[in-house]
């Protein structure tokens, strides 16, 4: 029997009327797009505030907006979707608009907004388990993410810099209206020195990282793939297939009913016996994705549990190699968000099943 899943309205009104709140106020452009089916509220890409707010009650739903950007707003994001627009002129103070539709109500806010109640977290929670909407909206972006990190592995060439590879990838992306929320590129020894690496002019001679977190429609999706020019060293070709076992540990163990705290101590075992018992203090290992790149990072002791229906991805990392994919939670099994069938793998039997790990995409070195 198939499992009903509450759309994102219902889930927020289910909210109001199960707790002490007489309504929530949503200002985060994640929480936006959650709530509209996908629809976007934002100006400034780096911020992770919109220009419409929304507020919802138990019989009605506002949109707080200015003036400057109501047509757009309305025409092209939540026209018939029942909202009822309040609207400010450019210069004036839209909180302040925000607090006299409120005043007097006891409101949870996804944001610090005095005399609202912040409650990021509880609303955060609502959004971790994903609809049949949603998790196809999903498939389709994970599916271009991941093709676009892969072809720009398969295309460039020694001596372009990071930047270069950087702009190469993000050109993949923008076309399709996708937004290159992170994009992470590191060459040579810079794989091996940082964990975390922007991008900097330093040129590719042999080896290169290429991460991305690409967002549309408020999901995110996380996916890093590595490529080698000429034979890989052995440190490298060691270590590749020891993370594999770091990673197949984790995606096992992420699911329904299980404590994430759990799900990483499934990846330190891995770790110990791969002899990188520290390593995983170097980079954070990742956690529930969606929304947000990581909805919240998985700690050790952490709270949380592993829903169906829910997104992951893990990224361990031990010298010279990470792994990172997006995985969505099932009923029978996982499903690799970001697996694309065109890239190299490395093939592991454990219990009878196969697991299909990406692997390092080793290129020849070609004298012009």
Avoid at 122 to 140: A, D
Avoid at 229 to 249: R, S, Y
Avoid at 352 to 359: A, E, I, Q
Wanted: charged share 30%; proline share 4%; glycine share 6%.
């Amino acid at each position: 029997m198939k499992e009903f899943v509450c759309t994102p309205l219902e889930k927020v009104l289910k909210f109001i009327e199960e707790s002490k709140y007489d309504g929530v106020f949503f200002r985060k452009r994640s929480n936006f797009a959650w709530i509209t089916g996908g629809k976007d509220n934002h100006i400034v890409n780096t911020t992770e505030n919109g220009v419409a707010d929304l507020v919802f009650f138990a019989d009605k739903k506002y949109c707080i907006t200015s003036k400057m950007e109501l047509a757009r707003i309305h025409d092209e994001e939540i026209e018939g979707l029942g909202y009822e627009f309040i609207t400010t002129e450019w210069y004036e103070n839209q909180d302040a608009a925000i607090r006299s539709l409120c005043d007097g109500k006891l409101i949870a806010s996804d944001v610090h907004f005095k005399p609202f109640e912040k409650c990021a977290s509880e609303l955060s929670n609502l959004r971790y388990t994903l609809t049949e909407e949603e998790k196809e909206r999903y498939r389709w972006l994970a599916q271009k993410a991941a093709k676009a990190v892969e072809t720009t592995a398969r295309e460039i060439q020694p001596g372009w810099t990071e930047f270069e590879i950087q702009a190469h990838l993000a050109s993949k992306l923008i076309k399709d209206g996708i937004n290159p929320q992170v994009i992470l590129v590191s060459t040579d020894e810079r794989v091996f020195n940082y964990r975390h690496p922007i991008p900097t002019e330093k040129k590719l001679q042999n080896y290169a990282m290429i991460v991305i977190c690409a967002e549309k429609w408020g999901l995110v999706a996380n996916v890093t793939r590595f490529v080698h020019f000429g034979p890989l060293p052995k440190v490298i070709e060691d270590n590749k297939h020891k993370l594999v076992n770091i990673d197949i540990a984790m995606n096992r163990a992420t699911r329904p009913g299980i404590l994430i705290k759990d799900v990483l101590e499934s990846g330190f075992e891995q770790y110990r016996a791969a002899g990188y018992g520290e390593d995983w203090r170097f980079l954070h290992q990742g956690g529930p994705t969606g929304y947000e790149s990581r909805e919240f990072l998985a700690v050790p002791e952490g709270p949380g549990v592993v829903n169906l229906h829910q997104a992951f991805a893990w990224n361990p990392a031990i010298r010279g190699i990470k792994s990172e994919d997006t995985i969505l939670v099932g009923e029978e099994d996982n499903e690799v968000l970001t697996h694309t069938g065109e890239w190299v793998y490395i093939e592991v039997q454990q219990d009878g099943k196969t697991y299909l790990r990406p692997d390092i995409l080793v290129r020849e070195i070609v004298n012009e």
